[in-house]
């Protein structure tokens, strides 16, 4: 059972680490945004998205394993608890909405790379400025708040 917390403290602290590069990417976007007519700072600013959506990466794989672990760890460690059987729709929620935070992810991502090849951000009804980039940027706030909701309350 020691194996179990240990396992699912680490998925823990690693999604904590992949969220804040989720959180934090868009906002990146948001200060390259509003500062045109200013090369050396957006600069720092895309080298700094780079280097986070990279390591947003790592972490996102490792959380991964680690979840893995957690829901199929009962076939390899003794004693080892198992989330399959019984009530797991919310499983299948939390899995639907982690997608869903991914894609955004990789989306905002996408934009960084955009931009190091000489492309705008995304303009037009869609996004038009850094205030809609401040509304992309809350999403997956929002998504992790039923995550959490679905993980705690197991409600279905």
């Given at each position: 059972m020691q194996a179990y917390f240990w396992v699912k403290t680490f998925h823990l602290l690693f999604v904590i680490a992949w969220m804040a590069a989720v959180f934090y990417l868009p906002r990146i976007l948001v200060n390259i945004a509003e500062s045109k007519g200013q090369p050396d700072v957006?600069?720092?600013?895309?080298?700094m998205g780079r280097r986070l959506y990279r390591f947003g990466h790592v972490m996102f794989g490792i959380a991964v394993i680690f979840g893995l672990v957690l829901w199929l760890g009962y076939h390899f460690i003794?004693?080892?608890?198992?989330?399959v059987g019984g009530r797991a729709g919310w499983l299948h929620a939390k899995l639907g909405l982690v997608v869903l935070i991914l894609a955004h992810f990789i989306v905002t991502g996408r934009w960084l790379k955009g931009l190091a090849r000489g492309k705008a951000l995304p303009s037009g009804k869609a996004l038009p400025s850094g205030k809609a980039?401040?509304?992309f940027n809350e999403v997956p706030v929002v998504?992790?708040?039923?995550?959490?909701?679905l993980v705690l309350a197991k409600p279905f």
């Open positions: 957006q600069a720092r600013l895309e080298l003794p004693d080892f608890p198992t989330m980039l401040r509304w998504l992790l708040v039923v995550i959490v909701y």
